[in-house]
């Protein structure tokens, strides 16, 4: 089921009939927790999916070709299906390389937000996921990647922060959160002037604050899995593979079982700051441009 609220995006709202349900919905969320339904301080739902039907629908496009600086895959839109009430990210390892999946969200791109995605990821050393939101002018940076994982075993999780700074240099920040990410979590990122926080399970693990790093331009959400994770693992200064002990199998899924996409409501956000709500909690990371 797509719920829409209002006219914020475009869909149609319906909610289905159980008499005619889609062969492809699941009775239950597949991963024991069902999405939200209501608001939240400072945050209107105005978006939710649970892919309870069999084709991706009007608020979603499948990504084709290869991904941006990364030549080690294509996205292919048969890589990416709906069943049992799961959006499957799938990656294949085909004779001449791989082929995963990837879609976006655009017509529910905003500027500011709550964005959560209830998500799983089979263990490979040869798939990464990423979870992030991508700017609508297509000019990048900025870039906010609130859940991406090189980790072969599914036990690391990063968030970065890509922004253009005061010399007019692109520029990134990350930070590193262990965890059994082949396990279904919820990863989600919450983002506001001069404010970027990312959640999973519904609190804060980083937070970056700063009027230069986080971006004010509209964005969209984008969920990708892409070939070349050992390759990226030496990109982002991290350990490279060795071959020893890891998975490396030739079909796997990223799995979604919902997302939920909330608007800023400023006036509620601008007291709830002042009241120091947002202010960093002791063992968040704080992500810098140092």
């Given at each position: 089921m797509?719920?829409?609220a209002g006219?914020?995006?475009?869909g149609?709202?319906?909610?289905?009939?159980?008499?005619?349900?889609?062969p492809?919905?699941?009775?239950?969320?597949p991963s024991?927790?069902?999405?939200?339904?209501?608001?939240?301080?400072g945050?209107?739902?105005?978006?939710?999916d649970?892919?309870?039907?069999c084709?991706l629908?009007e608020?979603?496009?499948?990504?084709?070709?290869?991904?941006g600086?990364?030549?080690?895959s294509?996205?292919?839109?048969?890589?990416v299906?709906l069943?049992?009430?799961?959006l499957?990210?799938?990656a294949?390892?085909?004779?001449?390389?791989?082929?995963?999946?990837?879609?976006?969200n655009?017509p529910?791109?905003q500027q500011?937000?709550?964005?959560?995605?209830r998500m799983?990821?089979?263990?490979?050393?040869?798939?990464?996921?990423?979870?992030?939101?991508?700017p609508?002018?297509?000019t990048w940076p900025?870039e906010?990647?609130?859940?991406e994982?090189?980790?072969?075993?599914r036990?690391?999780m990063s968030?970065?922060?890509h922004?253009?700074d005061?010399?007019?240099?692109?520029?990134?920040?990350?930070?590193e959160i262990?965890?059994?990410?082949?396990?279904?979590?919820?990863?989600?990122?919450?983002?506001g002037?001069?404010?970027?926080?990312?959640?999973?399970?519904g609190k804060?693990?980083?937070?970056?604050d700063?009027?230069?790093?986080?971006?004010?331009t509209?964005?969209?959400l984008?969920?990708?899995?892409?070939?070349?994770?050992?390759?990226?693992?030496?990109?982002?200064?991290?350990?490279?593979c060795t071959g020893?002990g890891?998975?490396?199998?030739d079909e796997?899924?990223?799995?979604?079982d919902w997302v939920?996409v909330?608007g800023?409501?400023?006036?509620?956000?601008?007291?709830?700051y002042?009241q120091?709500?947002?202010?960093a909690?002791?063992?968040?990371i704080?992500?810098?441009?140092g």
């Open positions: 797509v719920m829409v006219c914020a995006a475009n149609s709202g319906d909610v289905p009939n159980p008499a005619t349900a889609s492809c919905a699941a009775e239950n969320s024991g927790v069902e999405s939200p339904v209501a608001d939240e301080q945050w209107t739902l105005r978006f939710t649970d892919f309870n039907r084709d629908g608020d979603w496009s499948a990504y084709t070709g290869q991904p600086g990364n030549p080690n294509r996205w292919d839109a048969s890589m299906t069943d049992d009430g799961v499957d990210l799938r294949s390892k085909q004779t001449d390389g791989w082929i995963t999946g990837g879609v976006s655009y529910v791109t500011y937000g709550r964005w959560l995605v799983r990821a089979d263990p490979s050393a040869d798939v990464s996921y990423h979870m992030l939101l991508w609508q002018n297509e900025p906010i990647d609130f859940a994982s090189v980790s072969g075993d036990s690391e968030a970065f922060l922004w253009v005061a010399d007019g240099a692109n520029a990134k920040t990350n930070a262990n965890g059994e990410f082949s396990q279904w979590h919820t990863v989600g990122v919450e983002w002037p001069g404010i970027v926080r990312y959640l999973i399970d804060v693990w980083a937070q970056a700063s009027g230069t790093m986080v971006p004010d509209p964005m969209w984008a969920l990708q899995a892409e070939a070349g994770a050992c390759e990226r693992r030496v990109d982002w200064g991290m350990s490279p020893v890891e998975l490396h199998p796997l899924s990223v799995q979604i939920a909330y800023a409501d400023m006036p509620t956000l601008e007291k709830m002042e120091g709500e947002f202010d909690a002791p063992g968040t704080q992500l810098s441009d």
